[in-house]
Nanobody, 124 residues
Framework: VQLQASGGGMVQAGGSLRLSCAAS????????MGWYRQAPGKQHELVAV???????GYTDSVKGRFTISRDSATNTVWLQMNSLKPEDTAVYYC???????????????????WGQGTLVTVSS
């Protein structure tokens, strides 16, 4: 099942945005969640992962600036993005999957199918 991300927008460099993604299904609590992004002309990149137990991992370029979190009561995962840079401009997507770390995350629906992402544009 493809998920829909929301919360994107246009901000100036140094600004902040909070993305959200609502998951469905009774297995949400057992699944890891990941945020991906696709910048113009580039491949999809895994940005952040949070395991079912709350452990998180990030790609190096966003460490210290982005925070992933989840709420099992509402089946929601968020991506708090601070100190945004123009190179963070991309369409952001969320996926459910397995894995307890950034490197072990494997989305259930692979990397060929993408739900509705949310566009983040950071101006300099």
């Amino acid at each position: 099942v493809q998920l829909q991300a929301s919360g994107g927008g246009m901000v100036q460099a140094g600004g902040s945005l909070r993305l959200s993604c609502a998951a469905s299904g009774s297995s949400y609590r057992r699944n890891a969640m990941g945020w991906y992004r696709q910048a113009p002309g580039k491949q999809h990149e895994l940005v952040a992962v949070i395991s079912s137990g709350g452990n998180s991992g990030y790609t190096d370029s966003v460490k210290g600036r982005f925070t992933i979190s989840r709420d099992s009561a509402t089946n929601t995962v968020w991506l708090q993005m601070n100190s945004l840079k123009p190179e963070d401009t991309a369409v952001y997507y969320c996926k459910q999957g397995l894995g307890s770390t950034y490197n072990s995350f494997r989305p259930f629906d692979g990397l060929d199918a993408w739900g509705q992402g949310t566009l983040v544009t950071v101006s300099s």
